[in-house]
Structures are given as C-alpha cells and as structure tokens.
C-alpha cells in the first residue's frame, strides 16, 4: 500500500470540537470544580490580532468587561487543523491512530482553556495575567500541566501525542510503530 500523508480537514476539526464540547467538556469542568461558571463557546477559524492572522494560538479565552473572568471561549479550527497536519501527518494513511491524535490535541486544547476558567474562578485577573509574557507565563504552564496530566491518564499514546506537540519533537519512521503500538496496548487493557 502507498504511504500517503494523513491530513484533516477544517470541517472535520469543526465536527470533532463540537462533539467534544458536549460530553468530554462537562466531564472537565465537573473535575475542575468549575461547574457553576457559565461563559460562551465559540468555533472561529483563527485569530486576528492587529490585522494579522496568529496561526499557532488554537484557542483563546476573551475576558469579561471587568477582566475578571472569561465571557467566551474561541476555539480556532483553522489553527487547530493545521497543528494537527503539521505534528501527525506522518501517522500516514489517515489511520485510526491519526484520528485518535486528532481528538487528543482538541482535547488537550479544550481543558487548556478550562483552567484558564478556574484560574480566573480563583482570582486571577487579566491585568495580572498580561504582566507577564506568554512563554513565562506560569498560568500558561499550569494550563499545560494539567491538560497534560489529564491526557495523561488515558494512556500513553496520549502522552506520546502530546509530548510531540508540547517538545516539538516529529514523528518519524523510527518512532511511528512504537507510537501506533501504545495505541493497541491503550485499547488492550
Ligand atoms: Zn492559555
């Protein structure tokens, strides 16, 4: 069989995030005790900022008049289908492990932002959170961290998939088996 790059497309990403946004999004907000906060969710293509598109922020959190807390949440499809054709093509063929990897960095994107919410919940205000930048930012790194422990816990496939995403390692010819294979073992047990 000819090996061909896996891609996704947009409106497959759109598909994912909005089932994603039911079930597996409750069930985060219900574990992060941020339950009884309400904001809005939005899919958009991608960011804008000052006229220029900022294709590597997946989502983002747009805070209250007050900067107090989150009042919607934009997830950007089209940032979000391109990181996953960047990072995973190679899991060639639009295999099943491609598609799983597909969901885990959506994932990984949604309890990002919902700590962001219980950050906030917690005290944070915009003005505190913009003092410091973005790559120092240890409200970016705990977002990572938790997301990261929580994707995590399914298996290590999924801490494979994002280990690629967050050290900006590939997936190469020597990995690829190795990675595709903690997927069977996921399914195994
Ligand atoms: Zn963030």
């Excluded at 997936?171 to 088996?177: A, C, Q, R, T, Y």
Aim: hydrophobic share 35%.
């Amino acid at each position: 069989m000819a090996i061909i790059p896996s891609k996704i497309e947009v409106e497959e990403v759109s598909n994912i995030l909005l089932e994603e946004l039911n079930v597996f999004h409750s069930s985060i907000k219900e574990r992060l005790g941020i339950d009884d906060i309400t904001y809005s969710l939005e899919i958009g293509t991608f960011k804008v900022c000052n006229g220029y598109p900022e294709e590597n922020t997946l989502a983002s959190s747009v805070p209250n008049s007050e900067g107090t807390g989150v009042e919607k949440i934009i997830f950007f499809s089209a940032s979000i289908t391109d990181k996953i054709n960047r990072y995973y093509s190679k899991i060639y063929n639009k295999q099943p492990a491609f598609m799983e990897a597909a969901k885990i960095l959506i994932r990984f994107a949604i309890i990002h932002e919902l700590v962001h919410i219980k950050q906030f919940k917690n005290g944070l205000t915009f003005e505190q959170y913009k003092q410091i930048d973005y790559t120092e930012n240890p409200w970016e790194r705990e977002a990572n961290e938790v997301a990261s422990e929580i994707i995590s816990e399914t298996g290590s496939f999924g801490t494979e998939i994002i280990n690629v995403l967050r050290e900006n390692t590939v997936i190469s010819s020597d990995n690829l088996n190795y990675i595709i294979g903690l997927l069977d073992d996921n399914e195994n047990n």
